[in-house]
């Protein structure tokens, strides 16, 4: 490890990055070609093969994480791999009439978004930053102890290498490390559904639309990949109803998504392999403390059925390139409360306000009791029809408003 360096003399780099994941690896994408030396480690080695089938991991990916991979240079290799655009939307609930349907032509966008595959994200931020001299990517290789002092902190790994650092952050996902051994408290809970993914082969083509029916057992979710008859559901369901599921035959749970989704795509004609993910909300009371920092899921855990875990993470991870990247150029300590705090004013209220919204949707169609299913059908119909209030969903949803740090602003003109 080098140990030179103008300022933080003596340390090893910059900031450590623990994880290298969607967040972290982007993170450390934008830390790095600010200039900044980074070490991030993951306990897991990343893949490297592409194999002909989908990725059962995919995420819906918005405008705003568009701009930020654009922004760092590696969008160009997820178009060349496989990116399917979302143009419209259908959202509806199976228990009465209310449905939405979102078109990104109402935004004067050619898309809502796009759905990729996490392992694409991954490598392709892995590449880009196996160019930068100044980062170093340690896998695997695992956190297991953090010692903050005045003038820096030290992060330790399992096989006993000691990292110098002004900054230690954790994008290591749920079960935080970094979170834990910095004693930060997080409020969580788990929702007792787990989410079914798979990719599935329909007879009618999706028309690179997304589709979502809300079922009494939870949302269950067809999103478009780039063959135009193959889908990634991710089934949202009880526990216990979700267990009966993977345990079904191939034939059997073709049959019972067919029987709950219903029609719309036509015939359900194969099923892949199925994982499953068991989930819940979590929020950090705090993403910052002394020289340590939180981003992505990490900080924050929502439901999946909006669509928006990572893309509230690269939201994280750009904004605290911004944060410390300013420190950074002026030759200030990036691991100071005062940079921080910024970083976490910056992030707290958005995250909050998506945790709130998806907490609100996973419990209002989770009730059968009939007045509520009236108001959720009347809600949804009635969004559909209320056009300005719809375009400003939409265009919070899809990355368009709020308060974006400058890396997830659009520079570049056409989609
Ligand atoms: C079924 C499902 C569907 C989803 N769909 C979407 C979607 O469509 N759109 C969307 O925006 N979000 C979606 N999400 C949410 C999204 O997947 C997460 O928000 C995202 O993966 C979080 O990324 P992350 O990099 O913060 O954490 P993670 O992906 O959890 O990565 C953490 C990394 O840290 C490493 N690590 C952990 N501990 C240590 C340690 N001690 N030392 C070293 N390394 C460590 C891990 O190996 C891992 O690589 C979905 C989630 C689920 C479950």
């Not at 623990?18 to 790095?32: D, E, H, Q």
């Not at 004609?269 to 979590?282: C, E, T």
């Not at 605290?320 to 002026?330: D, H, P, T, W």
């Not at 996973?362 to 059908?377: L, S, T």
Request: hydrophobic share 45%.
């Amino acid at each position: 490890m080098n140990r030179m360096g103008s300022r933080g003399a003596g340390m090893d780099c910059d900031l450590v990055i623990v994880g290298a994941g969607m967040v972290g690896a982007t993170l450390a994408l934008a830390c790095g070609q600010a200039g900044m030396r980074v070490v991030i480690v993951d306990s897991q080695a990343p893949a490297t093969d592409f194999p002909d089938e989908y990725d059962l991991r995919v995420s819906a990916i918005t405008l705003a994480s568009r701009e930020i991979f654009r922004n760092l240079g590696i969008w160009q290799d997820l178009v060349q791999r496989r990116v399917c655009p979302v143009r419209e939307m259908y959202v509806w609930d199976a228990r009465g009439s209310g449905a939405i349907h979102f078109d990104a032509a109402e935004l004067g966008e050619a898309q809502l978004g796009y759905i990729i595959e996490n392992r694409a994200i991954i490598h392709a931020a892995h590449t880009h930053i196996a160019r930068l001299p100044v980062v170093s990517l340690m896998c695997p290789a695992t956190l297991v102890a953090i010692e903050v002092r005045e003038a820096g902190v030290t992060a330790t790994l399992s096989d006993g290498t000691a990292l110098t650092a002004q900054l230690v952050v954790g994008a290591d996902g749920t079960e935080s490390r970094v979170r834990k051994l910095a004693g930060i408290d997080s409020r969580s809970g788990s929702y007792d559904q787990i989410a079914i993914v798979a990719t599935v082969r329909t007879s009618a083509p999706h028309g690179e639309v997304a589709r979502q029916v809300f079922l009494a057992s939870g949302p269950l979710a067809f999103l478009p990949l780039c063959d135009p008859n193959l889908s990634s559901i991710v089934w949202s369901c009880d526990s216990r109803y979700g267990k009966s599921l993977l345990d079904l035959e191939d034939g059997a749970f073709r049959q019972e998504l067919q029987t709950s989704f219903g029609d719309r795509l036509g015939e359900i004609r194969a099923v892949s392999a199925r994982a499953a993910f068991p989930l819940g909300f979590a929020h950090a009371r705090h993403y910052v403390d002394a020289r340590v920092a939180l981003v992505g899921d990490a900080a924050h855990r929502v439901h999946p059925l909006a669509g928006q875990g990572v893309n509230l993470g690269l939201l994280d991870a750009a904004t605290l390139a911004e944060v410390i990247g300013n420190a950074f150029r002026l030759g200030r300590d990036i691991g100071t409360s005062g940079v921080l705090r910024r970083f976490e004013r910056w992030r707290k209220g958005d995250n909050l306000m998506m945790l709130a919204v998806t907490d609100i949707f996973k419990r209002a169609f989770g009730m059968d009791y009939w007045p509520i299913r009236a108001a959720r059908n009347f809600g949804l119909t009635a969004a559909d029809v209320l056009v300005p209030v719809k375009r400003l969903v939409m265009r919070r949803a899809v990355g368009l408003e709020g308060d974006l740090p400058p890396l997830a602003k659009r520079m570049l003109a056409g989609d």
